[in-house]
C-alpha cells in the first residue's frame, strides 16, 4: 500500500493541471493555480509541466496530450465538472497519482472518480485539498499559499483538515521546527490517514509522525497502523471534533491512542513544541529532571509545572554536586542547580557537563535569563552543543522572555535544540519524552 | 476462559431465544445466565413465579437473600422499590414478597411482573461497575469505575478496546482518581485486582465477540479482599436492533 502513496511525496515529475483564466473564487481559481505554479516552479527539483487551459501563462501547455505520458503526480486545479470531463484525457497521460484541490463533488461523481481511478491503479489525494503535499527535501510543495515552506527536519505532519494543516506548517515556520513531510487528506475519497501513516513509518527521513484527526474510517486498522509505528518512532495526535462526537466519544479515543502508544496534545502550539523536542532529542529513560539556571525565581515555576506534569527533580549524586562546588563555589545546588547571575558559557559548559554525567537525571531543563544577569546571546551555544553531544539524555532551554526567546532562537536556528518561552511547554514536551520513553520499554525497543 | 467455543454456543442460544421473544433488553436473570455462561462470575440468582415457589427455593440458596422483581420492564429495580436486601428468614421473605409486588404495580401498573428473583446474599464489599459498548469507529469498548457517585456523578472511570490483555486491564483500574480506595487506604487490604482484571477481560472478550451486544453493565461487581474473588450483583445486557 505504501509503496502506491510513494509517488505522491516522492515524484520525480508534476503535472499542473488549471485554467488562469478562469472566473471563480473557488479552490480551483486562477489566483490559486497562480501560487501553485508558483511554488512549485519556485522549490521543486524535479521536472514540472502546467497546464493552462487559458493558455496563457509562460511555459505552459494548452492540452494534457502535449504532457509527457507517466508523470508521478496530477495536481488538478479545476471545478467538479472540468475534473469530471477531462477524467479520460488525465487517465490517458498515465499519471501515477492525483491530487484533487476542488471541493464539491457529488457522490455520483466521486464513485465515477474513484472507480476509474482504482481500475487505473492511480491513487487519488483528495478533493479539497487546498494545502496538499509537501518533501521539504525534493522542494515538493503542492500548497495553494506561498511562504508556507517550511525547512527540512524530522517532523511529518498529517492533516484531516487542510486549514489546520496550514496553520501547522506556518507554526513549524515560526518555531524554524524543521519538516520532512506533510500531506492533508481533504474528502479523503482514496488516500486516507492510514495509508500515510503507513508510508511515512518507513519513511527515513520522518523522526517523528504528527497527525490531526477529527474522525478515523477504519478506527481499528488506523490503531494498529499507528501500534507498528510508534515502535519505530514516535505519533503525536491533535484530535478535534469533541463537542460534535460527545465527550464520552472523545475519552474512548483518548484510551485507544494510549492503548497503542501515541501521544497526544490539546492544541496546534502544544504539538510542534512536542513534536520539536521528539524529532531533536532522545527520550527519557525516567521522570527525573534536572534544572540548571542562572536566576532562582523562574526556576521555583518551572518546578512547580515539572511536579503539576508529573516529573520529578533530579536528585545530584555527592559526587557531581562536590565537582561542581570545587569549581565553581557559588553555585547553590538543591531543589535546582543555580549558577549565579555571573555565568557564562564557560560555567554552563562545565555545569551542564557534570550534571549530564549523573546516572540519576533522566532530562534536564535549562534556564537563561538574559535580562539584568551577565548572560550573553552568544553564550546559549554552550546549551545547543551540550543537548547535540548527549545521547541519551534530553537537553532542553527555556527563555521565559518572549523577546529573547525570539532571539535565542534566531541564534541557534537549525540546531538540534528546542528553546521554549514557558515551562509548561517545556514540561509538556519533557513529558512527551518520557511517555515515549516508557512506550519502547513497553514494545520491548 | 473456559472452552471458547462451548461458551460462544452457549450465549448465541441464549441471545436468540431472547430475541425469539421479541426482547433487546436482557431481564438481570438472562443477562446473568449470559455471564455465567461466559466465565463471568455472578451471584447465584433464580426465578421465583409465586411465593410457594420463592420459599422453596429460599431454602436451597439459604438465608441471608436479597429479593428483587423480575420484570422486563422495570430497569430501576431500585427507583420502582423492587428490591429488598438481606432477609433473614421466611417470615420476612413472606411479608416482603407481597410487598413487592405492591411497589412496583404502584410504580408502573401495567409492567408485566414474572415474578421475583432471589439472590444469594453478597456481603458488604468495594462495588465497582464493568461495562461496554460498541464504538462506531473502534468496535468493542470496556469500561471500568467504581460504582456509585465515582462513576455515575464524577465520571470517574476508565477506557479500553477490546479485546484487551492483563496489563491493559490493569491499568484501567489504576488509571481512575479513586484506584487508591481499591489500592486500600486506612490499613484496608487491597481489593482482589486480578479478580477485577479477569472480569474486564472477559466482559471485552464478549463484546468483541458478539458485536451484536450493544450494551453491557455490570454494576455493581462486589470486588472482596485480595484473594477472595469479585462477583456480579447486578448485570443488564442490551441487543441491537440488526440481525
Redesign the interface.
Known amino acids: 500500500m505504501s509503496g502506491e502513496v510513494k509517488a505522491i511525496f516522492e515524484p520525480k515529475s508534476v503535472v499542473l493541471v488549471g485554467a488562469s483564466a478562469r472566473e471563480g473564487v473557488g479552490a480551483a481559481s486562477p489566483v490559486f493555480f497562480g501560487s501553485l505554479v508558483h511554488n512549485t516552479l519556485h522549490f521543486f527539483k524535479g521536472k514540472t509541466h502546467v497546464v493552462d487551459f487559458s493558455g496563457r501563462l509562460n511555459g505552459s501547455v494548452k492540452n494534457l496530450s502535449e504532457v509527457p505520458s507517466g508523470c508521478d503526480i496530477a495536481v488538478i486545479v479545476l471545478p467538479p465538472k472540468l475534473v469530471m470531463k477531462n477524467l479520460r484525457k488525465l487517465f490517458a497521460r498515465k499519471v501515477k497519482s492525483m491530487v484533487l484541490v476542488a471541493g464539491g463533488f457529488d457522490q455520483h461523481q466521486l464513485e465515477e472518480l474513484t472507480r476509474v481511478a482504482a481500475k487505473q491503479k492511480v491513487r487519488v489525494l483528495g478533493p479539497n485539498v487546498l494545502a496538499g503535499v509537501i518533501n521539504t527535501a525534493k522542494g515538493l510543495c503542492i500548497t495553494l499559499e506561498r511562504e508556507i515552506m517550511p525547512p527540512c527536519g524530522g517532523i511529518a505532519m498529517i492533516s484531516q483538515n487542510c486549514a489546520v494543516g496550514t496553520a501547522m506548517l506556518d507554526r513549524a515556520c515560526s518555531y524554524s521546527a524543521g519538516v520532512s513531510k506533510f500531506a492533508s487528506i481533504g474528502g479523503g475519497a482514496d488516500i486516507t490517514e492510514t495509508d500515510l501513516l503507513e508510508f511515512l513509518t518507513q519513511d527515513k527521513e520522518t523522526k517523528v509522525i504528527c497527525i490531526y484527526l477529527e474522525?478515523?474510517?477504519d478506527?481499528?486498522r488506523f490503531?494498529e497502523s499507528i501500534r507498528e509505528a510508534v515502535q519505530k518512532k514516535p505519533v503525536v495526535v491533535l484530535k478535534g471534533s469533541t463537542v460534535r462526537e460527545g465527550v464520552e466519544?472523545d475519552?474512548?479515543?483518548v484510551?485507544?491512542l494510549k492503548?497503542v502508544g501515541a501521544l497526544q496534545v490539546s492544541d496546534i502550539e502544544e504539538l510542534l513544541s512536542v513534536a520539536d523536542a521528539l524529532a531533536k532529542q532522545p527520550c527519557m529513560r525516567g521522570n527525573r529532571v534536572a534544572v540548571v539556571t542562572n536566576v532562582s525565581g523562574p526556576a521555583v515555576l518551572v518546578a512547580d509545572v515539572l511536579s503539576r506534569e508529573g516529573l520529578a527533580l533530579a536528585k545530584l549524586s555527592n559526587k557531581v554536586t562536590k565537582k561542581i562546588i570545587q569549581t565553581y563555589p557559588n553555585t547553590s545546588i538543591a531543589d535546582w542547580v543555580d549558577i549565579g547571575i555571573d555565568a557564562n558559557g564557560d560555567r554552563y559548559k562545565f555545569v551542564l557537563e557534570q550534571v549530564l554525567s549523573d546516572s540519576g537525571v533522566d532530562g534536564v531543563v535549562v534556564v537563561n535569563e538574559l535580562k539584568s544577569t551577565f548572560l550573553k546571546l552568544e553564550d546559549i551555544q554552550e546549551v545547543a552543543k551540550a543537548a547535540k553531544k548527549s545521547e541519551d539524555t534530553p537537553v532542553i532551554d527555556i527563555v521565559m522572555c518572549g523577546k529573547d526567546c525570539v532571539l535565542v532562537r534566531e541564534k541557534l536556528r537549525g540546531k538540534d535544540v528546542c528553546v521554549y518561552d514557558s515551562p509548561r511547554k517545556a514540561a509538556r514536551a519533557l513529558c512527551a519524552l518520557c511517555s515515549y520513553g516508557k512506550t519502547l520499554k513497553r514494545f520491548g525497543k | 476462559m473456559i472452552e471458547l467455543a462451548a461458551a460462544k454456543k452457549n450465549v448465541t442460544g441464549i441471545l436468540s431465544s431472547i430475541r425469539k421473544e421479541g426482547r433487546l433488553e436482557l431481564t438481570e436473570l438472562d443477562s446473568k445466565r449470559v455471564l455465567a455462561a461466559w466465565g463471568v462470575p455472578v451471584n447465584r440468582t433464580e426465578l421465583a413465579r409465586d411465593l410457594s415457589e420463592a420459599v422453596k427455593v429460599a431454602r436451597e440458596i439459604r438465608y441471608p437473600l436479597v429479593l428483587k422483581i423480575a420484570s422486563p420492564d422495570i430497569i430501576h429495580k431500585n427507583e420502582a422499590k423492587g428490591v429488598k436486601v438481606g432477609l433473614t428468614s421466611e417470615l420476612e421473605l413472606r411479608q416482603s414478597f407481597g410487598e413487592l409486588i405492591d411497589n412496583v404495580h404502584a410504580y408502573k401498573p401495567d409492567a408485566k411482573i414474572l415474578g421475583v428473583t432471589i439472590q444469594e446474599y453478597l456481603p458488604p464489599a468495594r462495588e465497582v461497575i464493568v461495562g461496554a459498548l460498541q464504538?462506531?469507529?473502534?468496535?468493542a469498548?470496556v469500561m471500568f469505575g467504581l460504582a456509585g457517585v465515582w462513576a455515575e456523578v464524577l465520571k470517574d472511570?476508565?477506557?479500553?478496546?477490546a479485546p484487551?490483555n492483563a496489563e491493559?486491564a490493569r491499568e484501567m483500574i489504576q488509571e481512575i482518581k479513586g484506584y487508591p480506595v481499591l489500592a486500600g487506604i486506612q490499613r484496608a487490604p487491597p481489593a482482589d485486582i486480578n479478580a477485577l482484571v479477569d472480569i474486564i477481560q472477559k466482559v471485552g472478550q464478549l463484546a468483541h465477540e458478539f458485536p451484536e451486544i450493544t450494551e453491557i453493565n455490570l454494576n455493581p461487581i462486589f470486588a472482596f479482599d485480595d484473594g477472595k474473588g469479585a462477583v456480579t450483583a447486578d448485570a443488564r445486557i442490551v441487543l441491537g436492533r440488526g440481525k
Open positions: 474522525s478515523v474510517r478506527g481499528r490503531l466519544r475519552r474512548i479515543f484510551s485507544a492503548q | 464504538d462506531p469507529s473502534f468496535g469498548t472511570i476508565s477506557f479500553r478496546l484487551l491493559d
